[in-house]
């Protein structure tokens, strides 16, 4: 079993919908959580980065997190078609290998 | 600007040839990275380097080496004994602080012809 897991889609949704992105894990120790938006053939980019449990928003985009579930969340408000792109959730722990350890990534495709 | 170079973007090579892919920071960051991507497998760490002259390996490391002579480059040389090294690859590299957060390039393509 994968330390992350994450739904692979495609994902695929009208302008204007609400997107929700998910990811479950193992590893109780992972503190710190974050969410990267990868382009094709681009390099990731973090979008939302959240400390322990609870929320994070920032304009049309919210991280919840769910440490007792071990549950990470990215709602997307409003999509867009330039918000088309695969999306990556990320976390470590808070001490040891400073690393990243990934999800598989969700792509999603916003309709116009 | 501040970011991570990475070249070349596009690389072919043949099978049995070393080849070494370049990774050039200017964010003053202390740790550099390096990740395969393949199709449905998300990035996986192939090693990473907290600090000049030490590295470590990390979860996918054979076939590969890599070396930190200097702070600002971090190269990562695909073997032949990699089984399967045709994959997409990205260097990030971080702060010390807290969240870690990882900046990436562009990533570099090889494909083993």
């Known amino acids: 079993q994968k330390e992350v897991e994450q739904d692979p889609g495609p994902l695929s949704v009208p302008e204007g919908a609400i997107v929700s992105l998910n990811c479950t894990y193992s590893?109780?120790?992972?503190?710190?959580f974050m969410w990267y938006r990868q382009y094709s053939r681009k390099g990731p980019e973090l979008l939302m980065y959240?400390?322990?449990?609870g929320n994070k928003e920032d304009g049309r985009f919210t991280a919840q997190v769910d440490k007792s579930s071990k549950y990470i969340s990215l709602f997307i408000r409003d999509s867009q078609p330039s918000d088309s792109a695969t999306y990556l959730c990320?976390?470590?722990?808070?001490?040891?290998?400073?690393?990243?350890?990934f999800g598989s990534g969700t792509r999603l495709q916003v309709q116009p | 600007d501040g970011g991570i170079t990475q070249s070349p973007k596009y690389l072919f090579r043949k099978e049995g040839q070393n080849v070494t892919l370049s990774c050039e920071q200017n964010?003053?960051?202390?740790?550099m990275y390096w990740y395969r991507q393949d199709p449905g497998q998300g990035l996986r760490l192939i090693y990473y380097?907290?600090?000049?002259?030490?590295?470590q390996k990390g979860d996918i490391a054979e076939g590969y080496s890599v070396s930190r002579e200097k702070k600002e480059s971090f190269p990562l040389t695909v073997t032949s004994a990699q089984k399967n090294p045709t994959a997409f690859y990205l260097c990030?590299?971080?702060?010390?602080?807290?969240?870690?957060?990882?900046?990436f390039g562009e990533g570099s393509r090889l494909t083993v012809l």
């Open positions: 380097s907290q600090i000049v002259n030490d590295f």
């Open positions: 990320a976390m470590r722990d808070r001490t040891g290998r400073r690393a990243l350890t």
């Open positions: 990030a590299s971080s702060s010390q602080g807290a969240t870690g957060e990882l900046f």
């Open positions: 590893n109780s120790a992972f503190q710190y």
């Open positions: 964010l003053n960051h202390d740790a």
């Open positions: 959240t400390y322990s449990s």
